[in-house]
């Protein structure tokens, strides 16, 4: 079974979501979609200053095997992306929830609040394997 | 629930990750994919590849019927042991399958199909066989292919005494049986080593023995990766039956001569040998980051365009690499459109690795 830390929020496209206290939202990949995508190889993040709505295709992670999208967990104002994934990006399997891909700056505090517990993630993982 | 080899058991006790491949349940990988690739460029790795079809045909007639239905030709062997790559083509060239073929005596040959094409092979190989009093008998072997720089020597360790020897004394693309083993030097890696067919109730415990010596059980995503580095077409990908031996880079799998030898697809072919092919098949090289993937467009500047056919990251020269069918007046560099975004690449000569060596700059 694939790791889901309790202090995290979740989608059911499998982004992990950590809220700041200033706010900001950090958003990476869970444990169960690095491994189901397998050895990444490439990662495109997306431009800071653009602008994305909640559920909005906005990076590319790709390994070996094939190409997946990262939706954006809320709607907001991308503050970053992780530089140091260019060139490695085999940091999202070997930590998945201690590499980052983008900060954003949610337009709607509030929004986070519709996102996934770890308890309601894990409910995701188990329904999704059957 | 897919089909499963005699060693699916032994796949999940490993913790492989299984995916549908031509409806079987197959091992993609078991754990990295990337070391899986790794071992067989540099040590061994193994692959369940049971899943292929084994197709006996034997009658007096055998060696005139597969001169008809191959365009590679069989005339070729003498040896029994000795194999042949080839297509099986439609009357208009098209590539029904790609297959390999072991001449073991006058009146008897053994074939080697694809898994996603089993059922279309067999039907279109029981209609030409039929006139030539030919029986196609599918075999039910298990079939394990160990690849890589000490794969020979680490597979000889565990045959018998007798097997051995003459295992080790095989040339390239020839095989030896005996005790229900069919040993051959051949494989889908571009490493060296054996591909080996046994009955299925050995095939478990062989793979324990092999595990014992230190060979690396392997997906079916690192013989992808492992066969595009090598150039080795995949059926279904790089070629199908819209397109022509001609068009695939296998322009080295068609036998020409003699001249009246009147195999399957041979007039449709030479027409478009006479009038030239419109299309080309090569390697492309990613000059800027991203990942290659099939059915991406190439844009060659002022000749049209193309598409890419398998393309991945490719782990021993760690950038991305294809297969592509480009416009045959395509120059050195292209662009590929990666989902929006213009890419540059650059044509190569393939293959891209072989025996280790990496063979493009």
Redesign the interface.
Known sequence: MSKVPPDLKYTKSHEWVKVGSDGVVTVGITDHAQEAL??L??V?APQKGRKLKAGEACA?V??????SDLYSPVGGEVLESNATL?DAPEKINQDPYGTWIMRLKPANAADVNALLDAKAYEQVLVDEAH | MGKRTPLYDTHLAAGARLVDFGGWDMPVNYGSQIEEHHAVRRDAGMFDVSHMTVLDLEGSRVRDFLRKLLANDVSKLHEPGKALYSCMLNEQAGIIDDLIVYFLRDDWFRMVVNAATHDKDLDWIARQAQPFGVKPAERDLAMIAVQGPNAREKVASLLSVSLRDRALALKPFTAVSGEGFFVARTGYTGEDGFEIMLPPNQAALFWQRLVSQGVKPCGLGARDTLRLEAAMNLYGADMDESTTPLESGLNWTVAWEPADRDFIGRKALESQRDAGPRRKFVGLLLQDKGVLRGHQKVIADGAGEGEITSGSFSPTLERSIALARVPVAAGDTVQVDIRGRLCKAQIVKPPFVRNGKVLVK
Request: net charge negative; glycine share 8%.
């Open positions: 397998g050895d190889v490439y495109e590319v790709e390994s070996v095997k094939a190409a260019a």
